[in-house]
Structures are given as C-alpha cells and as structure tokens.
C-alpha cells in the first residue's frame, strides 16, 4: 500500500497540493503558538548588574491562593526584601560579602527640557553605588559619587546626554529636576551594550530617595574563593526558608534584576494558551474538511479499485498512508514557516510595549515536534473517516456510488449535531438568565463560541441543505446559468457543503474575536467619557512626582485635583470549592476629591467611606469573586503585600476606570516608581480660561510631564487597545488560515469539475454560460457561507455585551464587517473564477478525457 501510495501522490500532485498547504499552514499556525508558550515559560534574559553575584535574593514575583500549585499569578510592582535578610545571608556558611541593591527613579534631563530615552527606549533608573560590586562594572572616567548632589552615568547614557566627568548635567528623581556633578563615567566589561540605562547615586543619598525604611531591591551574595554557586544557593534557600522569597542563581538573576523580564514570560504563557484551544479547534476542522474534500474528489477511482477486488481495508490503508505522507511533508515544512512568523510577530508585539524590544523567543524541538504530531495525527484520523464510507459500498454499488454522491446525513453525524445544537441553546438561554452575572456571562460566552463552532462543522451538510432551499428561488431567476448552477448544488451537495463549511468558520471565528473586542473598547471609552469629571489631566510617560499634586492643589484656579495612581492586584476568591487567585486592574486616589474629579457610576454603598481600611470595587469584581457592600476581600497588592480591606462601595464603571479603587497614598507606597500615572484638575468656577496656563506652568517644573484636557484621557485606555491589538494580532492569523482554506477548497473543487465543465461544453453550452454558472454558484456559497457565520456569531457576542454593557447588543464596526464578510465571501469567489476561466482554455475534448 505505501508503494502504491507514492505512486498516487506522483501521479496525482495537483489533487494533493490543497491537503499539503492544509497541513503545512496549519502546522505553521501550531508553532508560533508553541514557540510562544516555550518563550513563555523557558526565556531568561542574562543578567548584567547582577552578573558578579555568585547568588541573588529577591522577592517572590508571585501571589497564589492556599489551594493553587507553584506558579501563581505575576506581581507586577517589584517585591522589597526586607534589610535584616542581609543578617541572616552574611551569616550562611561560604558568603563573603552581601550586598544590597536599590533602585529609584532617574531621568536624565536633556538640553531639550525633555528626559533622554535609556538603552532599548526604556527609562533610566538610579542605584546605589555600592551595589555596582554585583556586576562587571569599571570607572571609564572619574571616581564615586559622593554626597547629594553627584552622579555617575553609564558611558552609554552619558554620549546621548554629551556629558563627562566634571560636567554638569539636569537629573528627575522623583520631584522636579535638579542639578548634579557627573563625579564618573561606567562602562561594562567588554564594552557590552547595557540592557537598561543606569544612573548611580551615593548609598546615603539613594536611601534618602528610596524612603523605604530599609527595604531593598534585592540582595547579591559574593561567596568565598573555592565555594560553588549551586551549593551556595542550597544553604541559602536553607537559611532563609521564606516562601516570599527567590533565590537566584545563572540566567535567573535577570528575572531578578529585569522586572519586565519576570512579567513578560506569564503574559506569553497566558496569550499562547488563551489562543491556543481555538487554533487546534479550527486546525483539525480544516485538516479534517481538506482530506474529506480530496478523497471525495476520487470517488470514481475508489470506486473502480473497488470493483476491480480492492477490500475496504486496502482502501483505508492506502488513504492513511496518502495522508500520513503529505501530513509529514506540510508538518515538517510548517516548523520554519511558523519559525518566520513568530520572528515578524516578535516586531510587532515588541512595538506595542507587550514584550521588551530585545526578547528574543525561544527555539526549541518541542513546539515542532507537536506540531508535527498534531497535524499527522489529524491527517490519519481524517483519512480513515474519509475512507471509512468507502467500507460500507459493496462492489456491485461502488461505480454508481461514484455517478452519483449521497446526499443525506449519516445517524451518527446528525445524533451529535443535535446533541449540539440542544448543548448551544441551552447555554445561550442560561446565559440571558444570568444577566448581571459578569463572570458566569463571560464563561457561557466561551463556551458558547466553542460549541457553535463545533455544531456548524458537524451540520455543515445539512445547513448547506437548508440555505440552498432557501437560495434556490434565487438561483432560478436566470434562465440557464442560474437554474444549472441550483441544480448543481442541490445534487452535488456535499460539494456545497466543503466550499459553505471553511467560509462559516472564517466568518463566525473572525466576527466573534473581532467584535467582542470592539464592544469591550467601546463599553471603556463610553464609560470613561461618562464619568470624567475633571477638566484637566497631566501626563508623563515616566509618571507624575507626587509633590506635583500639592503645588497643583494650592492654585487658586482648582477646585479638587488627585492624583492617580494604577497598579494591578492579585484578588483570592472561592470557587468550585477550591480558592483560586485573579488578577485585577487598580487605581488609588484621593477620597477627598474623588466625586469632583471622577464619577465612578456608585451602585450601592458610600465611596465616602473609602480609606487606608477599606476599597471599593466594580460590579465586574463584584461579580468574578463573589463580593458586596460590608464583605471582606483578600487581596495581595502590587507589590505582594497581603491586605484584607473591607468593601464600601460598589461601582459601575470598571472597565473605563479600574477593578479596584484604594484611598491614593495606600496603593501609592506599594508601586515600584511611587509616581501617579496622571494627575486630575477640576477648574475653580470662573476659572476655566486661566486654569490650562497655570497648569502649564507648573509642568515646566516637571520634564516631560503633558497638560491635556479632559478628552485627552481617552489616551489612558492604550493598554486595553495594545491588549486588543495583540489579540487580533495572534487570532489574526487564525482567521488568515481559515481564509486560507476557504481558498483552498474553492480551488480544489473547482479543478476537480474540468470534466463536468468540458461535458457542458460538448452539451452545447459556451465558455460565457459556464462562467455565469459558477458566479451563480459562488453567489450561493457566498450568502450561504456570510449568512449563516454570522448568525453562529451572534449568540456569543449577545453573552459579551450583556456582559460588558448590561445590554445583548454588541458593538460592530461595520468596517470591520465588510472586511470580515463581504470581503472574506468576495475572497471564497474569486478562488472559484479564477480556476474556472483557466479551466476554459482548455479545448472540451481534452477535458473530458482527462484525469479525475
């Protein structure tokens, strides 16, 4: 049989070429995903300031519930190690010397008043310089800083600034700018490139700028001459035996000096799994359809062998290896072709700030050698389905068999589209009972979309029955054309159904990803313009010093101004009898002038309660963990910090806002920069002409920091519309292989119609009437296909908007939708026409005698 297969697939290039890009793009789109959850989980940055220490101890990055295994959620603000760890450390058999790191805010002030990008595009910190012990660091120039008022810059960052030893340069640390002595310049062993820009401070001076009552950064362990760094970190981990703590050794100091590094590997992880299900899912559909569609295409040989003694056994065989031969081939080739559009994605994500502009993704075997499982475990399984209705043809049968192709659903197929469809509705109509319910609404939605997906493949033939039913009036309008063209698609049904299949999983995949995001994007930006209140807002990219509000507030041109600050938190909540940890968006700002600044929509309790005791959250929050007005919440702040506040207050206007509100200072203290992303001005009465100069003049104080008004806040939803991006960005190239493969079966069908079109021909038919024909066709596949794809969509989006908006309607971009449906049917047309007029050069006479 595999000789015979080669054979086949020699002879027969052409009719395997559509099963060979099937598998080859699919095993592409298999890969970035397995090569971003391998970069996720395996990626290290090596580590440059902390390169000499033999042992690093940090904080734990990570929060989790009692019930949850190792790897709990990601903390996004740096975790302190508390001073008297260094007692503890100097006092573990083989450590020489311990060393404390602490980082502060350092911008350097350029000659244009703005503050100069560090290395990568990144922003600069400062150091104590006592902690350059840890890394590979020489004095290109000069000697320590000493005092409060010098500096010593990176030999990179000192050339952009144009400074030297001596000279004077413009530094932000946390307030307005002052000035600082460049006492020397550092460079990197080798000269090596630095990862992040790095300003170093005297010690007495960089703890004033810390005010962290003696919590560092991290601590770096020299050990003694002879001591090895593995035996080291064991006795270390022993000594100190604090879950909140990690020691780190190798490639993992990086994740302890790059707080990026620690936070990008988790969001990888998330995004690769999150897209994950859904591209095996369209993956086996589309395999699946493709070897279905091509062994369909040689009933007439199937049949023949059958009738020359070929057993159905010998048929399968032959089909399996056929298919095993071709999966092969496209699954080894789809690694490099995955390898390619991971390295493209890498630009982009980079580009939208969700992962550093120097991560590089991690190449291994794993993610191809699953892929290359995958696709020819898809491919046997698809062949011996395929073939298996060949089995159930006896031989008298098989050649009128392959005359004409039955047309009805097989019991099987149609119990479990029925099981289906039952399992859709009923989840489409507990979602409309949960209204309200944000966290059930969501689950049933993804549910929901899987399930339909499912339905709409398993009853492909038997929707593409019904839309023909109802196109068929349609059709016969035209004298001719119209009526072949009903003719061949009520008879050549399952013909219909391969080319309507792949155009409804494109449509209702794409329509479903794409507009849930809109209505999200929509539902924040209505809420945020609904409930800012204040006139003003100022921005910086480095964040806004504190001090800025209290030289605001003291203007009499403002009536309330506050500070905002945002971090995320790690919320622990109950469910299915296990707790689990979820994490949520958080802003701290000040009670005093909240209602004057910002109108968070209060459905029940009293935001005037809100304090260093206690937190208001979103009907969304409320929801997820099961919380109201009076309950306790458990909670881990940015930085890891445990907080049990009590709940005062619930608010409508989570999305535009945040999850999660804390009185201002509180939030404030537990973030790693402890500046305010931005700062809200209400106008005096009277004032509101002369308030944007006075502002203006106190940003002047602070480099960098932007005066907007109160529309310019639509900025603060770039995180939602980066995440959103990058989820079109990653399912984008689902919905690419589904438009793919909607190509692909348009033209596998068509070529395999060069006999039907050249009997035509010989019937009396022209080039012109065949033509007309297949538009009509393709008219048909293309309303069947848009319309019944976007129906499959619709019960999802309904779950997200009332999720999102309390209302079933989602948002569409109409757009978007004519990208999506017209232009994804106009694709599935053209991959019909196009064929067919090449198809028609050829004389009638050959193309009925040519091969199947």
């Not at 290290?44 to 990570?62: I, K, M, N, S, W």
């Not at 309200?436 to 038997?462: E, M, W, Y």
Request: positive net charge; aromatic residues 4%.
């Amino acid at each position: 049989m595999l000789r015979l297969a080669l054979l086949t697939l020699r002879a027969r290039k052409g009719g395997f070429t559509g099963t060979f890009v099937a598998l080859l793009l699919g095993s592409a789109v298999l890969s970035v995903c397995g090569i971003l959850l391998e970069s996720g989980l395996r990626s290290a940055v090596p580590p440059q300031r902390y390169a000499a220490a033999d042992v690093v101890v940090a904080g734990r990055q990570e929060a989790r519930s009692r019930s949850e295994t190792p790897g709990g959620r990601t903390l996004v603000e740096r975790v302190p190690v508390r001073a008297e760890v260094a007692e503890r450390l100097a006092r573990v058999e083989g450590v020489d010397t311990v060393v404390a790191d602490v980082g502060v805010p350092a911008q350097v002030v350029g000659a244009d008043g703005q503050p100069l990008p560090g290395a990568n595009g990144s922003l600069s910190t400062g150091h104590n310089w006592s902690g350059t012990q840890l890394g590979p660091y020489r004095l290109v120039s000069g000697r320590a800083p000493a005092g409060l008022h010098e500096v010593v810059l990176d030999a990179a960052l000192a050339e952009r600034a144009k400074a030297t030893a001596g000279d004077s340069v413009s530094l932000m640390t946390g307030s307005t700018a002052s000035r600082f002595r460049v006492a020397g310049v550092v460079g990197l062993e080798a000269n090596a490139s630095p990862r992040r820009s790095a300003v170093f401070f005297s010690d007495a001076l960089t703890e004033r700028l810390a005010a962290r009552n003696g919590a560092v950064d991290a601590l770096g362990v020299l050990a003694r001459p002879g001591t090895d760094p593995q035996t080291l970190s064991r006795a270390v981990s022993a000594a100190l035996d604090d879950p909140r703590l990690a020691v780190h050794t190798g490639d993992s100091r990086g994740a302890a000096e790059f707080l990026d590094d620690s936070t990008t590997g988790p969001a990888l992880v998330l995004l690769a799994v999150s897209v994950a299900g859904n591209v095996f899912l369209v993956t086996v559909f589309v395999v699946a359809s493709t070897i279905s569609l091509s062994v369909a295409h040689r009933r007439r040989e199937t049949a023949l062998l059958r009738a020359v003694g070929a057993t159905p056994r010998q048929i399968r065989r032959m089909v399996s290896a056929e298919a095993l031969l071709v999966a092969l081939l496209g699954g080894v080739l789809g690694w490099p072709v995955g390898v390619v559009a991971v390295h493209w994605i890498r630009d982009r994500l980079a580009g939208h700030g969700f992962v550093p502009p120097d991560f590089e993704p991690v190449i291994g075997p794993l993610p191809a050698v699953g892929a290359v499982v995958i696709a020819v475990l898809t491919a046997h399984v698809a062949a011996l389905v395929a073939a298996r209705r060949a089995t159930k043809v006896r031989p008298t049968e098989a050649l009128g068999e392959a005359a004409m192709e039955r047309t009805e659903l097989g019991r099987s197929r149609a119990t479990v589209g029925a099981l289906l469809v039952l399992g859709a509705i009923g989840l489409f109509i507990t979602g409309l009972a949960q209204a309200g319910d944000f966290a059930t609404l969501v689950g049933l939605a993804n549910s929901l979309v899987l399930v339909v997906v499912i339905a709409t493949a398993v009853l492909g033939p038997l929707l593409s029955r019904v839309s023909m039913r109802v196109l068929e009036p349609l059709l016969r309008t035209s004298t001719v054309t119209g009526r072949l063209a009903a003719a061949n698609s009520a008879t050549q049904l399952r013909r219909f159904a391969g080319a309507v299949t792949p155009l409804i999983l494109a449509v209702s995949f794409a329509a479903t990803v794409v507009f849930a995001e809109t209505t999200a994007q929509h539902a924040s930006q209505e809420q945020v313009r609904g409930g800012m209140v204040a006139d003003h807002v100022l921005t910086s990219a480095a964040g806004v010093a504190p001090d800025a509000v209290e030289r605001i507030r003291g203007l009499e041109q403002v009536a309330a101004v506050t500070g905002v600050a945002r971090s995320k938190i790690v919320a622990v909540h109950v469910s299915g009898g296990q707790e689990q940890s979820v994490s949520l968006s958080a802003q701290g700002v000040d009670p005093g002038t909240l209602g004057r600044t910002i109108d968070l929509g209060l459905r029940e309790g009293s935001l005037e309660r809100l304090d260093r005791r206690t937190v208001a959250i979103s009907t969304t929050a409320s929801s997820w963990l099961g919380l109201d007005v009076g309950d306790t919440a458990r909670l881990h702040l940015g930085d890891g910090t445990p907080l049990a506040p009590k709940v005062v207050a619930v608010y409508e206007r989570g999305l535009g806002f945040a999850d999660f509100t804390f009185e201002h200072d509180l939030l404030l203290a537990h973030t790693t920069t402890r500046l305010d992303e931005s700062v809200l001005v209400r106008a005096a009465q009277g004032e509101e002409e002369r308030i944007a100069s006075a502002l203006a003049r106190v940003a002047e104080d602070y480099p960098g920091t932007v005066v907007g008004d109160r529309l310019a806040l639509d900025e603060h939803l770039h995180q939602q519309k980066a995440n959103a991006w990058v989820n079109y960005l990653i399912v984008g190239l689902v919905i690419a292989y589904t438009g793919v493969t909607v190509v692909n079966t348009q033209v596998m069908n068509t070529a395999a119609r060069r006999r039907e079109f050249g009997l035509l021909r010989l019937t009396g038919l022209t080039p012109a009437q065949v033509m007309r024909m297949m538009r009509w066709e393709s008219l048909a596949v293309v309303l069947a296909g848009v319309g019944i794809g976007t129906a499959a969509a619709i019960p999802a989006l309904a779950l997200v908007a009332l999720a999102l908006t309390g209302s079933p309607w989602p948002t569409v971009s109409w757009p978007a939708y004519l990208a999506i449906g017209p232009g994804t049917g106009a694709l599935a047309a053209a991959a019909a026409l196009l064929p067919t007029r090449l198809l028609l050069r050829h004389r009638a006479v050959e193309a009925i005698g040519s091969k199947e």
